[in-house]
């Protein structure tokens, strides 16, 4: 019974699981510090929740504007941060109406639309311009409009066989017109040294 090479395999056992537990926190620092310099050298020191309007304006994209309650903010600011929006919330100075406006920009419309989803309000009402869909009739028809089936051909465009040339009287009139040539050309004789 050797105790010592069980000891040894257990020290080696631990020692590789410590090591692998090691790589895997590095691993996730390092990710954790490339953004961190990602964002920095962006100069946005805020990624997701509240920010002020001057760190939105860098944001690429229009800007969108939303109504809010002034007593969802909190619920909203905690559902922002979750879902990763930036956004800045606007009060009226001097007004005291209830809402406060949340401006955000284009590319967190989803997460936007589903926050609001989900803390009860209503979905916005779609204009006829966004109703209308991308493959409209166009202005003009096309050369060979068809509204029925078929190649687009109308019955007076049809041939029929009788207006047809026979290729054999075609194949004739070329072989005349090769024949009148060769009869006409002229031998040049070769140059010989």
């Excluded at 590095?26 to 001057?54: E, F, M, P, R």
């Amino acid at each position: 019974m050797e105790v010592s090479g069980e000891v040894a395999d257990l020290v080696v056992k631990e020692g590789i699981q410590v090591t692998e537990a090691a790589a895997k926190l590095a691993g996730k620092g390092i990710i954790n510090a490339t953004a961190l310099l990602v964002a920095l050298a962006k100069d946005s020191h805020k990624v997701v929740g509240k920010t002020n309007i001057q760190r939105l304006a860098k944001e690429d994209g229009e800007a969108v504007i939303l109504p809010l309650k002034t007593s969802d903010l909190k619920t909203f600011d905690k559902l922002a941060k979750q879902y990763g929006i930036l956004y800045a919330a606007v009060k009226k100075k001097g007004v005291e109406t209830g809402v406060i406006d949340i401006i955000s920009t284009v590319s967190y419309s989803p997460q936007l639309n589903l926050v609001f989803e989900a803390m009860g309000y209503a979905r916005p009402q779609q204009t006829k311009e966004e109703q209308t869909t991308k493959k409209a009739k166009s202005r003009a028809p096309q050369e060979r409009f068809s509204t029925g089936r078929g190649n687009g051909s109308t019955p007076s465009q049809t041939i029929t066989t009788n207006d047809k040339p026979s290729v054999r009287t075609r194949l004739e009139a070329l072989r005349a017109a090769s024949e009148q040539t060769k009869s006409t050309s002229v031998r040049i004789p070769d140059k010989t040294r």
